[in-house]
Structures are given as C-alpha cells and as structure tokens.
C-alpha cells in the first residue's frame, strides 16, 4: 500500500506555502521554549502580554527573512547544506534585527518593550537546531520508505574513494528512485581517513574491507569506484586486488558527465580493460587544432572503420566546413553517417557531411571525389590491417596499402591539399608480414612526395605511427569478448607474446595533434606505454567478465600466426627519435627516398600485379625493404 502510494505520489512536491507555516510554527515552538529556559521554567515568572508581544515581533520579523531568502522553497527530500545555510542567514538577520530593533525603538519610546538579548540568543541555538533537524528528518524518513518498499533485496555497495567525488556519489546513490544499493562503507589510501566516520558511515582500508564486509557478507558487496582523476596504473591496482577475491569492480563517469548534475544508476558501469590500459588524459593543442581545422574540407578515407570513424567525431568538434566520408563499406558508412546525423544535430546547419562510397585503388573514382570535394585536409585511414589474412593475398595488400596510398597522395598533391596525414603501423617496423611491408612503403612514397624547397612546398605528407588500438575492429580484445561471451575457449597465440596499446580516442587526438605540428616529411611515432603480454590481457577480461581462468574459462594457445612476431616495435635499428613540443609524440628521424625512384618502384609493382606471381610480389617488396624478414610465413624461403 504505501509503495503503491510512492509510486503515484513520489514526483510530487509539497507545497512552499506549507514548508512556509511549518517554519513559522517551529519558529513559535522554539521561541516559547527559549522563554522557558530563561526563566528556568517558572511559568508563573512570565507576563502573557510581554510574552505575546515578544513572540509576535520576533516570528514576524523571521517569517519576514523566510520569505525574503526563499528559505521555505527548497525541496525537503533533495535538502543540502545549501539549504541550511539560506536557514542561517534567514534566522542570523531576523534575530539582529529583532535585537537592536526593539532594543532602540524602546530606548526612543515607539516600543513598549523590547526583546531580551538572553532569549534571542537561546531561541537562535533552537530555531537553527530545529529547522534543520525537521528538514534532515523528513528527507532521512522518506528515502528510508523508499528503500524499504521496492520488494527487491538491496545490493551492498563500498564505496573507493572518500573524498569529494566519493560523497556526491554516495548522495546521488541516496537519492535516486531506481537505486538498487545499500552503502556500506567508504574505502580510501589515506591513512588520515581510515578509522573515521563520514556521513555515518565508516572509512576503511582496502584490507580492511575485505576482511569486514567482503568475506562476511551473504550478498557479495561491488567496489564502486569514485576517486574523480585516477591515473590506469592506480585503477589497474584497486581492480587487482578485489578481482583475487571475485568481487565485481564498478565505476561511474566523471561528476562533470553526470546527466543534469545527477548521478542516474544506469551510468555505473563495469570497469573494462580498455580502463585499464589507457593511460592519464592527453592535454592537447586545442587552440592550434581548432586554428587548422575550423572552416576546411577535411577528407577521411577509411572512414568507416574504428579509427576513420572516431577521427571524423573529433574533427567535427572543431566545426569544420565539410568532412567527406569515403569508404568501400557500404553497410557500415550508411550506419556511420546515421549516427553522426543524430549526435550532431545541433551543428547540421553549419557542417557539410558528404558521404562517398569508393575503392581508394580506383584512381578515376577518387579523381571524381577530389574533383568535386576539392579537400584542404586528408586523413588517409584506409588499409587492410589483418596480419594473417594479408599474408594469404598479397595482391591486395599491395593494391589497397600502397598503390592506394599513392592515388590519394597523389591527387592530394594535383588537387592542392594542404595537409596529407597518413595512419601508419607499428608493424612497418622490421617488417615480419605483407601487411607491415605494405605500410612501410606506404610511407616511404608519402614521405617522397614532400617537396625538397619548403618555401615551395604545396602539399605537407605527413605519417604517424601508433600500435594496436582497444575495441578495434578485429582488435585482440573484440576477439576475446566474443570469446567469453561464447563461454570459451580464449585462445593466445604464444604465452610470451606482447603488443602495445591505446585507446581510438587517444590515438586519433594524437593523430590530429601530429597533423597540426608537422612540416612535412616526417614520421611521428607515438607514446605507447608499456607493452601488455596478451595472456595477462586475457586472464584480466576473464576476471572482469566475472569467471575464473581454466576453472570456468580455460585459455588455449594455438601458436604464431603466418607473418607474426612476439613484439612490435616504433623504430627500426637505424632510425632514432626527435622530441616534439608533445611529450606523447616523437619525430622518427627516417631516410627520405626519392619520388622519381619511388615511382618507378611502385610502376613495377603494378606490372608484376598483372604478370607476376604473390612471391614475385613479396620478393619485389623485400629487394625495397631490407628489412623485411618473414617469420612464421611461407614466404620466408625468399629471405635465403
């Protein structure tokens, strides 16, 4: 009956005109009860009409103040210290004013009494203890009824973090009608807070924790994580400890992405291992990337994939004029284009979003595009990326990696782009498969085409280089979800394999930073941070997902793929790096190759793609790549 009750009733508000009256009648309460502690209850000490008189200035005075500081608005349930602080100013000015009001107007004469300064100062103490009191007792009673009236157990929740962030979410958990959870405790590093008590409720340390609610509670507790600014490694560590014992990690967004200032209960997510592996906040460049992107057309090829894709989301916020998509993905440019549609509604009357479907390696179709685009900016995305499937069709590695590169380079050149970025791989670095071999010839004819003569360059060429990004399409950590979610097997390549990581939105804002500060001709490699060994990956989603490694997923490894390696590298042995202004991003100092050379090299290229065989191609790439040396691959017999 009384969750029926809620349920109608719970949105609405009582009326300010009752809070209003219910002050007023506290103010008359409090004030009676500060005359009977004066006289030290003596009822027979007090004279009714100087009671009367006293009582009627002085609630007056202070329903007055009420009013003039809307005290009586605020909605009691959501009551903060905001609210108690309107209440003191309200009684603080009511109070002086009834005081040296009534204290000079009987000195002159115009009062027939005045109001003792004793009572004033035992009816401040009590008017603020009530009113107060009253607001934090009903708000205390009516969530309490919530809780008890949604017929479902509530989850027990330890709170990580016991400072600002910590409390606003501990209130907005308080607060929220769909709310599932019970707060328990707060947990936090600092030795100062642990063994204190905030908001009623315990602080503890992560050991402490464990030993107090999670090993005795029948409901396991969730870790909810609240700590504002945390570095990965941090994050990485909380989510270690609690993972060894099953407990379940969660985390919110930052109090800034709270939805209307409020935290709602669907915002609290798992922690994912893209959580984990990223790393601090990149601080950017904003103004100089706003500077060169606002106001051109800017080019994306590849843009439906994840990379393309998310540098064309980026891009838009620094409103440019137009942003072409262009990709060969029919199904998924017309859901890309679908979705930008709908986030940016609000800038559809200042940018142009024009949709190509097109083959980067169909020279004619992209003539037609640059032609009637007439691009300023082009991030070049497309490429085939998988090792293995690479390694079986050469052709098309050649054909869409580097002799596509070269029409888009090309006509970026003809067309008058003023900045050429092309998305490049840590896998072009000694090169152990077609696909890397590709890329690094990619970037050898990009590089070529940067005009000797700065004062005459037209066009910057520019590369980047970055390793493997998390939630890619065919990234390892899709792969191993889908993995999971099937129940199993995960399977790992080689237990001492290691590869390097970064977010999509970490790698396209550098890549826009790159594209900023070049002058064409370099290579920028980025920051990657420390190499992750993919079985620790593995076993680390396996936790997150909730099971238990071999016990209820077992992880197989099934050996190298063709043209694999253990480790991926940002530089070859003959190349070193420069700084940049950026400490994330570093200029990899590069032989230039000529372009005439270049073009005759990428000429033979397409003659042994219409006469040749996949190892006359490979063996092509490997005469123009030293470097390259395959491994696990059928082509390695050409190495010797």
Request: some cysteine; proline content about 4%; overall charge positive.
């Amino acid at each position: 009956m009384i969750e029926h009750y809620l349920k109608i009733h719970s949105n609405r508000i009582v009326s300010s005109y009752f809070v209003l009256l219910a002050d007023v009648c506290i103010s008359i309460g409090s004030f009676a009860i500060a005359f009977l502690l004066r006289f030290n209850f003596d009822v027979t000490a007090i004279y009714a009409d100087y009671f009367l008189y006293c009582l009627g200035f002085t609630v007056g005075l202070r329903s007055l103040f009420f009013v003039l500081f809307r005290s009586h608005q605020g909605i009691i349930r959501h009551t903060s210290l905001e609210d108690i602080v309107l209440l003191l100013y309200a009684v603080t000015a009511s109070s002086t004013l009834t005081a040296f009001g009534t204290y000079f107007g009987w000195q002159a004469g115009y009062l027939v009494y005045y109001v003792p300064v004793s009572i004033l100062m035992i009816d401040y103490c009590c008017i603020l203890v009530a009113l107060s009191l009253s607001r934090f007792l009903v708000k205390a009673f009516y969530w309490h009824l919530r809780s008890i009236t949604r017929g479902t157990p509530l989850q027990p929740i330890l709170i990580y973090g016991a400072g600002k962030t910590g409390l606003l979410t501990r209130n907005a958990l308080a607060q929220d009608p769909t709310q599932r959870y019970t707060v328990l405790a707060f947990i936090d590093d600092n030795p100062y807070k642990i063994s204190k008590v905030i908001q009623g409720l315990p602080v503890v340390s992560r050991q402490e924790a464990y030993k107090r609610y999670i090993r005795k509670q029948t409901i396991p507790p969730q870790i909810l994580l609240a700590m504002g600014a945390i570095s990965p490694k941090k994050k990485t560590e909380i989510t270690d400890f609690f993972l060894q014992y099953h407990v379940p990690v969660k985390t919110i967004p930052t109090v800034e992405q709270w939805i209307d200032g409020r935290l709602n209960s669907f915002q609290i997510r798992d922690i994912r291992i893209e959580d984990l592996l990223g790393r601090s906040p990149i601080q950017l460049e904003n103004k100089a990337i706003r500077e060169q992107l606002s106001d051109q057309v800017v080019m994306v090829t590849g843009a439906a994939g994840s990379i393309g894709a998310e540098l064309i989301r980026q891009v838009l916020r620094h409103r440019p004029h137009t942003v072409v998509l262009v990709d060969q993905a029919e199904s998924a440019l017309f859901d890309l284009e679908f979705k930008l549609r709908r986030e940016y509604q609000a800038m559809a009357s200042e940018v142009n979003v024009i949709v190509k479907i097109a083959d980067i390696s169909d020279e004619f179709r992209m003539r037609l595009i640059f032609r009637e685009t007439r691009p300023t900016i082009v991030f070049h995305a497309a490429a085939y990326k998988h090792v293995p499937l690479m390694e079986e069709h050469p052709y098309e590695a050649v054909r869409v990696n580097v002799l596509g590169t070269q029409i888009v380079a090309d006509l970026s050149l003809k067309f008058g782009v003023r900045t050429f970025v092309m998305i490049s791989t840590d896998k072009a670095v000694n090169p152990t498969n077609v696909m890397g071999a590709t890329k690094r010839l990619a970037e050898m004819y990009v590089q070529s085409l940067n005009h000797p003569d700065k004062a005459l360059r037209r066009t910057r060429f520019i590369a980047t280089r970055f390793g493997n990004v998390l939630g890619s399409n065919g990234s390892v950590v899709t792969v191993f979800q889908q993995q999971i979610q099937s129940g199993g097997p995960v399977t790992v390549t080689h237990p001492d394999i290691i590869r390097y990581f970064m977010t999509i939105p970490e790698a396209c804002q550098l890549v826009l930073e790159a594209g900023g500060m070049g002058k064409g001709g370099e290579v920028f490699v980025f920051d990657m941070g420390d190499p992750v060994k993919i079985v620790e990956l593995a076993r680390k989603m396996i936790h997150l997902s909730g099971y238990a490694v071999d016990k209820d997923i077992k992880i197989v490894f099934t050996g190298l793929r063709p043209g694999e390696k253990l480790f991926e590298e940002l530089l070859n042995d003959n190349e070193s790096t420069l700084p940049t202004h950026h400490p994330k991003i570093m200029i990899a100092q590069v032989v230039i190759p000529d372009a005439d050379e270049m073009k005759a090299t990428l000429g033979q290229l397409r003659h042994l793609m219409l006469n040749g065989s996949d190892h006359q191609l490979v063996g092509t790439l490997k005469r123009l790549i030293p470097e390259y040396i395959s491994n696990n691959s059928v082509f390695t017999a050409l190495d010797y």
